[in-house]
């Protein structure tokens, strides 16, 4: 897993370096490329009319929001 | 979360989850104890996979499951692992090509419409929460995890956001409720998993302002600015050894950032706040066993996109339930949504 370098962090009050630092970086979101649906209800209607089997991700929380 | 960065930003289950399947993701907790038909038909799915049938050391069920839009189950895995992932991805591929040694349909079939409330704010304020460590100022490295959450306010409460007037120095208390919503429910640490919320006790201090530094037209930028310390003691009984667990937890934050309304539409066009501060202790589920701090941590508020994965609700919020059943269960990391937006 990648790491910030401490260098990386901004000094003093500006928002927009420290917001930069904390949200993240292209190459640590490849997972929303996926286009997930977010209702078992809705993948399934979505699979009958494609005809493919629905891919499930369950976790506790929401993968895709905090988990 | 570790299978965000490892499993689901594999290339190769990228594309096979894009392409020969339609993926979805959910709340596992929520729906292995959903008493309606979602629910029924989820454990269906599950017990015939990986996790079936299992009580301890958790009767968890999370995990990814492939199946048919009637309940038949293909395959399924709990896996951080690329290539075990990609496996039985083609397994399920494989079994619905032979179309033999199926299973058995759900015997509940999902409604077209189940429960589940629609709380999104479509013309309120959505904003995507980023939760990550800071460096630490005697150099100890982080591992670099972070996490994300959604906040919610209706339009209105958007709206109470901006001065009356909208003059440069006009200047705004931001009203309680939403002081408190942000400090109970989004100032926590979820860098390594799920916190709990805070009680409302553990509000120490809260205040948040707006000022207006500037007027182009319609466009007012606002500067946010405020400050909130929360700390409590938190105690649970660890499943494991059945031991009373104590620990004195907080968050003492600086809040700062900046935000654009456009007073024609009525909306948020930008909206950049960060909160930054010490946090120390642990709950049961955020696995802070061994970094109790106080260490610098930073959570970032920025608009969320529109995207169905944008509108997930937020970490906090019970949305899964008929109405008459969301304050039956009341949770330290789920609140009813009248205590959400309060």
Avoid at chain 1, 22 to 45: N, S
Avoid at chain 1, 50 to 62: E, H, I, S
Wanted: glycine fraction near 8%.
């Amino acid at each position: 897993m990648a790491t910030h370098a401490s260098a990386d962090i901004p000094p003093g009050d500006d928002h927009r370096a420290l917001i930069e630092y904390i949200r993240p970086r292209p190459d640590e979101t490849r997972w929303r490329e996926i286009p997930w649906q977010t209702d078992i209800r809705d993948a399934c209607r979505i699979a009958v009319e494609t005809g493919k089997p629905v891919f499930l991700w369950a976790m506790n929380g929401n993968p895709l929001g905090c988990t | 979360m570790t299978g965000r960065e490892s499993v689901f930003s594999d290339p190769t289950i990228i594309q096979l989850a894009s392409e020969r399947f339609v993926p979805v993701a959910e709340n596992s907790s929520a729906l292995e104890r959903q008493a309606d038909d979602k629910g029924e038909f989820f454990r269906h799915v599950v017990e015939q996979g990986h996790y079936g049938g299992r009580t301890f050391p958790t009767a968890t069920r999370q995990g990814s499951y492939t199946f048919l839009p009637d309940g038949t189950f293909l395959a399924s895995i709990n896996s951080v692992d690329p290539e075990r992932m990609a496996g039985m991805m083609r397994e399920a591929l494989a079994r619905l090509e032979r179309a033999d040694d199926l299973g058995e349909p759900s015997p509940v079939q999902l409604a077209e419409a189940g429960p589940d409330a629609d709380l999104y704010p479509a013309d309120g304020l959505v904003l995507e929460a980023t939760v990550r460590d800071l460096p630490r100022p005697d150099g100890t490295p982080t591992d670099g995890k972070w996490n994300i959450d959604y906040v919610w306010l209706t339009r209105d409460e958007a709206r109470s956001l901006v001065p009356e007037r909208v003059s440069v120095g006009e200047h705004r208390e931001i009203s309680w409720p939403i002081v408190r919503r942000l400090a109970r429910f989004h100032l926590r640490d979820y860098v390594r998993g799920e916190p709990f919320n805070w009680s409302e006790r553990a509000i120490r201090h809260g205040e948040l302002a707006t000022e207006v530094v500037d007027v182009s037209g319609a466009q007012v930028c606002l500067r946010l600015t405020g400050a909130v310390r929360l700390q409590d003691e938190v105690e649970w009984v660890a499943p494991e050894d059945g031991e009373t667990k104590r620990y004195d937890c907080g968050f003492d934050c600086t809040v700062q950032g900046e935000a654009i309304w456009d007073a024609g539409q009525e909306e948020f066009t930008a909206f950049e706040m960060v909160a930054v501060g010490d946090r120390w202790g642990t709950n049961q589920y955020n696995f802070r066993y061994d970094d109790l701090g106080p260490a610098p941590m930073g959570i970032a508020f920025v608009l969320a996109g529109r995207s169905p994965s944008e509108r997930t609700a937020p970490h906090c919020l019970v949305t899964w339930r008929p109405p008459e059943q969301r304050a039956r269960r009341p949770s330290r990391v789920s609140v009813a949504p009248d205590e959400y937006f309060g």
